[in-house]
């Protein structure tokens, strides 16, 4: 597993982006995955270009861009791909609509699988690929509902996130992983108690080591960004930013692996 550690820059919606990557920079992570609701709006691409740039200067890597597209209303894709494209992002996440895979009707169905053929095409001629959001209230809130929508839109640009649904034992953590492996590029990475009370990451350790052993063993490329720290707290997230590099380092049975800065 060539993987990338990153955050999501979501976890620190009040910050600035240059607050953001000297947070980053503190650690040994090494990439950023931008959100396009507050620290990179759609379409607006000289704050993309601008973000992409404070970035890489700091060295530190893109990771993706964290769209809203298929959540939020009236959001246009070409917006998202032009600041994604600013921004230097290879990724897009997106969401496959906002209703579960049993409540969504044929049409729904049709209709986010037409719509993601075509804004494959368009993010593929722009060098990008499309993953999808691992979420509840959505046609991928479950593995077997994530598959089927990737293998109905069956276009090679078109990929999946995945993050241990909340309150779902590790045997089917476990399962569901592997069954998305074959177009898995990105992960988010936290730990909730079952009811979704915050965690220090090191106590999800049996966990997460065995998800990133098993990313190794399938050479899965990609980044596991953390998301989701005990009360928002920069403090909080410099910790679990080091389990998450020791962990890499261990899986990898070398140090050095993950670039620190």
């Given at each position: 597993?060539?993987?990338?550690?990153?955050?999501?820059?979501?976890?620190?919606?009040?910050?600035?982006?240059?607050?953001?990557?000297?947070?980053?920079?503190?650690?040994?992570?090494?990439?950023?995955?931008?959100?396009?609701?507050?620290?990179?709006?759609?379409?607006?691409?000289?704050?993309?270009?601008?973000?992409?740039?404070?970035?890489?200067?700091?060295?530190?890597?893109?990771?993706?861009?964290?769209?809203?597209?298929?959540?939020?209303?009236?959001?246009?894709?070409?917006?998202?791909?032009?600041?994604?494209?600013?921004?230097?992002?290879?990724?897009?996440?997106?969401?496959?609509?906002?209703?579960?895979?049993?409540?969504?009707?044929?049409?729904?169905?049709?209709?986010?699988?037409?719509?993601?053929?075509?804004?494959?095409?368009?993010?593929?001629?722009?060098?990008?690929?499309?993953?999808?959001?691992?979420?509840?209230?959505?046609?991928?809130?479950?593995?077997?509902?994530?598959?089927?929508?990737?293998?109905?839109?069956?276009?090679?640009?078109?990929?999946?996130?995945?993050q241990p649904p909340v309150g779902a034992g590790f045997e089917d953590c476990m399962k569901g992983l592997k069954m998305v492996l074959p177009r898995l590029n990105r992960v988010h990475v936290f730990h909730l108690e079952p009811?979704?009370?915050?965690?220090?990451?090191?106590?999800?350790?049996?966990?997460?080591?065995?998800?990133?052993?098993?990313?190794?063993?399938?050479?899965?490329?990609?980044?596991?960004?953390?998301?989701?720290?005990?009360?928002?707290?920069?403090?909080?997230?410099?910790?679990?930013?080091?389990?998450?590099?020791?962990?890499?380092?261990?899986?990898?049975?070398?140090?050095?692996?993950?670039?620190?800065?």
């Amino acid at each position: 597993m060539a993987c990338l550690a990153g955050l999501v820059s979501i976890t620190f919606r009040k910050l600035t982006p240059a607050e953001i990557i000297g947070l980053v920079k503190q650690t040994s992570l090494a990439g950023i995955e931008w959100g396009g609701d507050i620290h990179v709006p759609h379409g607006d691409v000289q704050r993309a270009a601008e973000v992409g740039k404070m970035t890489r200067e700091a060295g530190l890597v893109v990771s993706a861009y964290g769209s809203y597209y298929g959540e939020m209303d009236g959001l246009v894709f070409d917006r998202v791909l032009d600041s994604a494209v600013a921004l230097g992002a290879p990724v897009i996440r997106i969401w496959a609509g906002r209703k579960g895979s049993v409540a969504a009707g044929s049409e729904d169905w049709t209709r986010i699988v037409e719509d993601t053929r075509q804004i494959a095409e368009a993010a593929a001629a722009a060098g990008r690929q499309i993953a999808f959001e691992f979420h509840g209230s959505s046609l991928t809130d479950t593995p077997e509902s994530c598959i089927r929508l990737l293998q109905a839109v069956n276009h090679p640009a078109v990929f999946t996130y995945w993050q241990p649904p909340v309150g779902a034992g590790f045997e089917d953590c476990m399962k569901g992983l592997k069954m998305v492996l074959p177009r898995l590029n990105r992960v988010h990475v936290f730990h909730l108690e079952p009811g979704g009370t915050r965690q220090p990451l090191a106590c999800g350790a049996k966990r997460w080591l065995s998800y990133l052993r098993l990313l190794r063993s399938a050479s899965v490329e990609g980044c596991a960004s953390l998301e989701f720290v005990r009360d928002d707290s920069p403090q909080a997230f410099l910790e679990d930013a080091q389990t998450l590099a020791d962990w890499i380092d261990e899986i990898n049975n070398r140090k050095g692996t993950i670039p620190r800065n």
